[in-house]
């Protein structure tokens, strides 16, 4: 049984920065490719960022492009998105997510497990 948590989630101003990092309990960690998503009130869940089972290959939406860098450490079964220049926008619930594959995509459905979500609020 896969167990995903989600950390590092707060109320920041617009312009500031935070880290979440998604610890993995149960699995390969390594093995498998994963991803951060977001769903604000009101919106459907909607691709942030996604990275290959060994780093080596990352994405991040064009909404967060230059601004938001995802990572992982396999050593500590983790993976981390650093989110600068925040903006009100960026407000939402962060869900990290781990496919069975190592490969990445940036569909919702392509996840199978998911963690309970870090909320992050940016005030303007």
């Known amino acids: 049984q896969v167990q995903l948590v989600e950390s590092g989630g707060g109320l920041v101003q617009a312009g500031g920065s935070l880290r979440l990092s998604c610890a993995a309990s149960?699995?390969?960690?390594?093995?498998?490719?994963m991803g951060w998503f977001r769903q604000a009130p009101g919106k459907e869940r909607e691709f942030v960022a996604a990275i290959s089972w060994s780093g080596g290959s990352t994405h991040v939406a064009d909404s967060v492009k230059g601004r938001f860098t995802n990572s992982r450490d396999n050593a500590k079964n983790t993976v981390y998105l650093q989110m600068n220049s925040l903006k009100p926008e960026d407000t939402a619930v962060y869900y990290c997510?781990?496919?069975?594959?190592?490969?990445?995509?940036?569909?919702?459905?392509?996840?199978?497990?998911w963690g309970q979500g870090t909320q992050v609020t940016v005030s303007s």
């Open positions: 997510a781990r496919r069975t594959v190592r490969v990445f995509t940036t569909r919702v459905g392509d996840f199978a497990s």
């Open positions: 149960g699995g390969t960690f390594s093995s498998y490719a």
